[in-house]
């Protein structure tokens, strides 16, 4: 079984600040890794995943995070954040049979002016 | 592409009555999943579909709680006798075949609330 560990709760950041968010997940066999956004009253979008090769993954509004296998962590990363990036960020494992999500509790990412 | 489609957006029902969801998957998408999402936590898988058929249900779904696919399109959850406990909202996403590079596309979920 899976597990995932988002460490912070709430980040507060300003406007064109870097910002990370910090995600460590457990698992026995190996894995594929994922970045939801969740924007008020919506449903949850893919921002990006991991499923082999470069260990640095990119999604097309700016956000980055890197699989590191030995320290099992997928954390994401943006080096200028902008207001509209302010909703619930959630880090999901799978492993490679692939036939459900494992969800971490969320980070929610405020984005101060 | 219409995304997927759930129904209704919110219900408030009272403590002992039964309540029905409905979620209609993204075109062609073989595999639907139920998720439940609290306050304050992650989604948490429920039951998911291959096409009609139901393949894997959570601990999570007691015996109150019921999911069909009929004809393997849309899918409807339902829960009998509700509790306060069942407050939340539930989530169906869908996409095609497995997870393995394949993306998981989801609704924009139903909240029920149980008073």
């Known amino acids: 079984a899976q597990s995932v560990t988002q460490l912070d709760s709430q980040v507060p950041v300003f406007e064109e600040a870097p910002v990370e968010l910090r995600c460590n997940y457990s698992?026995?066999?190996?894995?594929?890794l994922f970045w939801y956004v969740q924007y008020p009253n919506q449903g949850l979008q893919l921002l990006l995943k991991y499923l082999s090769g470069s260990t640095l993954v990119e999604s097309i509004n700016g956000f980055e995070a890197e699989f590191n296998k030995s320290q099992t962590s997928f954390h994401l990363r943006k080096p200028s954040v902008h207001i509209s990036d302010t909703a619930e960020y959630f880090c999901a494992v799978s492993d490679q049979g692939g036939n459900k999500l494992v969800f971490g509790a969320g980070t929610i990412l405020r984005v101060k002016s | 592409d219409t995304g997927v489609s759930q129904d209704p957006r919110h219900k408030i029902t009272k403590r002992g009555q039964n309540v029905t969801f409905r979620c209609d998957p993204i075109?062609?998408?073989?595999?639907l999943y139920w998720y439940r999402q609290t306050l304050g936590q992650g989604p948490e898988f429920l039951t998911y579909?291959?096409?009609?058929?139901?393949?894997?249900k959570s601990r999570l779904l007691s015996d109150r709680f019921s999911a069909e696919r009929p004809k393997g399109s849309f899918s409807t959850l339902e829960i009998q006798r509700t509790e306060q406990g069942d407050s939340a909202m539930y989530l169906c996403?869908?996409?095609?075949?497995?997870?393995?590079?394949?993306?998981?596309?989801f609704g924009e979920g139903s909240w029920l609330t149980v008073v």
């Open positions: 579909f291959q096409n009609e058929a139901q393949l894997e």
């Open positions: 698992s026995s066999v190996s894995v594929y």
């Open positions: 075109s062609e998408h073989n595999r």
């Open positions: 996403a869908s996409s095609l075949g497995r997870i393995s590079g394949n993306t998981i596309y």
